[in-house]
């Protein structure tokens, strides 16, 4: 298996950029009742969701997810309760954390968590929802169709492309990542699992562009 590429092409970075703009909702953060931490396979997401806790942005958290082929090697006990133990050490009390273990995709991540606060009768009128960069735009979707009556917005832990490739250490895996999510944008909303949003003739026309030079692993069949 040939090594992982690091860094990202020239040929490709001006469509790349479209598409990781595009899926950044630039939501200007202020108090809300909690925050809602993605699992994935970035623990970036328990790092920025811990920043956000101790700058006063939410009281409570949850994490949320259990394992996806992409993460179980990495976090064997499960996305949120590595995300979790993470956060712990990054400050955060335990009574402070939720954990949602069985999520197994962004609709379960939204459905299981606001039922987790239901169950400990936790009104929730407000919540920030902390996910990969790219997974912004399809996690505000998602939970706008099925959350109604919460404000959400969104945040990811502030990082240029290039630091996020360097981070991940593999830009063809952030590029699939990113091209599958663009389509998902119109693919879900058609399925009615999200709310529908305008994608740009620039944003569909790089995720083809990219979608020609193979980058296919993360689409929607």
């Given at each position: 298996?040939?090594?992982?590429?690091?860094?990202?092409?020239?040929s490709?970075?001006?469509?790349?950029?479209?598409?990781?703009?595009?899926?950044?909702?630039?939501?200007e953060?202020?108090?809300?009742?909690?925050?809602?931490?993605l699992?994935?396979?970035?623990l970036?997401?328990a790092?920025?969701?811990?920043?956000?806790?101790?700058r006063?942005v939410?009281?409570l958290?949850?994490?949320?997810?259990?394992?996806?082929?992409?993460?179980?090697?990495?976090?064997p006990?499960?996305?949120?309760v590595?995300?979790?133990?993470?956060?712990?050490?990054?400050?955060?009390?335990d009574d402070?954390i939720?954990v949602e273990?069985?999520?197994?995709?962004?609709?379960?991540n939204?459905?299981?968590?606001?039922?987790?606060l239901?169950?400990?009768?936790?009104?929730?009128?407000?919540?920030v929802?902390v996910?990969k960069p790219?997974?912004?735009r399809?996690?505000?979707?998602?939970?706008?169709?099925?959350?109604?009556?919460?404000?959400?917005?969104c945040?990811?832990?502030?990082?240029s492309?290039?630091?996020y490739?360097?981070?991940?250490?593999d830009?063809?895996?952030?590029?699939?990542?990113?091209?599958?999510?663009?389509?998902?944008?119109t693919?879900?909303?058609?399925?009615?699992?999200?709310?529908?949003?305008?994608?740009?003739?620039?944003?569909?026309?790089?995720c083809?562009?990219?979608?020609?030079?193979?980058?296919?692993?993360?689409l929607?069949?």
């Open positions: 298996m040939s090594a992982p590429t690091r860094t990202l092409p020239d490709l970075r001006a469509d790349v950029l479209t598409l990781w703009h595009y899926h950044d909702l630039g939501h953060l202020r108090g809300a009742d909690v925050g809602i931490g699992g994935s396979h970035d970036g997401v790092t920025h969701t811990a920043e956000l806790f101790h006063g939410f009281p958290l949850v994490f949320t997810g259990a394992n996806a082929p992409t993460t179980v090697e990495r976090f006990r499960g996305e949120a590595h995300y979790r133990e993470h956060a712990l050490e990054l400050g955060v009390p402070a939720l273990p069985s999520a197994r995709n962004t609709g379960d939204i459905d299981l968590s606001r039922d987790l239901a169950e400990r009768g936790i009104a929730v009128r407000s919540a929802l996910c790219y997974q912004q399809r996690a505000y979707a998602t939970a706008r169709k099925r959350w109604p009556g919460v404000e959400f917005r945040a990811s832990l502030p990082l492309l290039d630091a490739i360097e981070s991940i250490g830009a063809d895996r952030v590029i699939d990542m990113l091209v599958g999510d663009t389509q998902r944008i693919e879900y909303a058609r399925r009615g699992f999200a709310i529908a949003q305008h994608v740009p003739d620039d944003v569909s026309r790089a083809e562009r990219l979608v020609s030079a193979g980058f296919t692993s993360r929607v069949r």
